[in-house]
């Protein structure tokens, strides 16, 4: 299949009551193993590479290589391109073929976030890619992006329908309690913040930060509305902790690198078809 972007592989999980699983990749083998999860639980599924990762595989490679891997898979696969900052970046991943993008303007003021991804939103439309936008400030670290606690910040409901409608964007990532990479305490999500969100707009919403919140918890804000949840940590432990277990169990005179890999697909594809299930997009492709 051809890539699709979030417009259409959201369309229907409000009125379905389930949400998308977007996961994050480094390489080969992590993404493989998110496409081959997401096609054992027939489930439309979103693969997202950040900036540091594009820079690490290469734009066009990472493009090539999604493209390859949805070509043979009969569930949709949508590239996206997660917490950019850098428009220049942006428009050079829309050009090598992401079917989204996300600018990742929430460290400045409002109307420069507005500014940044309305000029990112108009640039795509004439492209097959969707946007995404941050309003709020997700705390933790996600690759580069680092958010101390104390400048990480809850959106505020009042400002998301401007926010919305000056953009033009597809999707609207929100800051209500989660954080990027592992808890240091419970998470405790804002279910009354995402509810007043939800209530202002018909943009669907994006949970970033799904490593280590319950499932309760995520199911709760999937039967709010909720349409996208990202998942990054969980499998890059994955992925360093089975490359860790291959070192162990493997002979020592072991040299065949794909001895050591092809666990790591699998251990991605099962944490992903779980997640899938979990998310209730299972059997929707
Ligand atoms: O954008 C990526 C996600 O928000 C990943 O968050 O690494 O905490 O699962 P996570
Ligand atoms: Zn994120």
Redesign the pocket.
């Known amino acids: 299949m051809e890539l699709v972007t979030l417009q259409e592989i959201l369309a229907n999980t409000k009125k379905e009551h389930y949400a998308v699983g977007?996961f994050?990749f480094n390489g080969y083998e992590d993404a493989a193993g998110i496409a081959q999860g997401a096609a054992a639980a027939r489930s439309p599924v979103i693969l997202?590479a950040?900036q540091g990762a594009c820079q690490y595989i290469g734009l066009y490679e990472t493009a090539g290589l999604i493209k390859g891997i949805a070509k043979k898979l009969s569930v949709p696969i949508c590239l996206h391109l997660?917490?950019a900052t850098d428009l220049d970046f942006i428009r050079e991943a829309v050009r090598a073929g992401f079917s989204s993008v996300?600018i990742d303007a929430s460290a400045k003021p409002y109307e420069e976030n507005i500014h940044d991804s309305k000029t990112i939103a108009t640039f795509a439309k004439d492209y097959h890619c969707s946007v995404e936008a941050e309003l709020g400030k997700?705390g933790?670290k996600?690759d580069n992006i680092v958010v101390e606690d104390r400048t990480a910040s809850f959106t505020d409901p009042a400002q998301v329908p401007r926010f919305v409608e000056e953009t033009g964007i597809d999707a609207l990532?929100i800051a209500f309690g989660?954080?990027?990479?592992?808890y240091k305490s419970e998470p405790k999500l804002d279910f009354d913040r995402l509810a007043a969100v939800l209530k202002l707009t018909a943009c669907p919403i994006v949970?970033?930060?799904?490593?280590?919140i319950p499932i309760a918890d995520i199911q709760k804000c999937i039967s709010m509305g909720l349409a996208k949840v990202?998942?990054?940590?969980?499998?890059?432990a994955a992925f360093s902790n089975t490359i860790r277990k291959m070192c162990a169990e493997l002979p020592k005179d072991e040299f065949d690198p794909r001895k050591f890999l092809k666990p790591v697909k699998a251990a991605c594809a099962a944490i992903v078809q779980e997640k899938l299930e979990a998310f209730g997009s299972a059997g929707k492709a």
């Not at 949970?207 to 280590?212: A, E, F, Y």
């Open positions: 977007a994050n997202m950040s997660d917490h996300m997700v933790g996600e990532a989660s954080v990027h990479g592992f949970l970033h930060g799904g490593t280590g990202n998942v990054g940590t969980e499998l890059k």
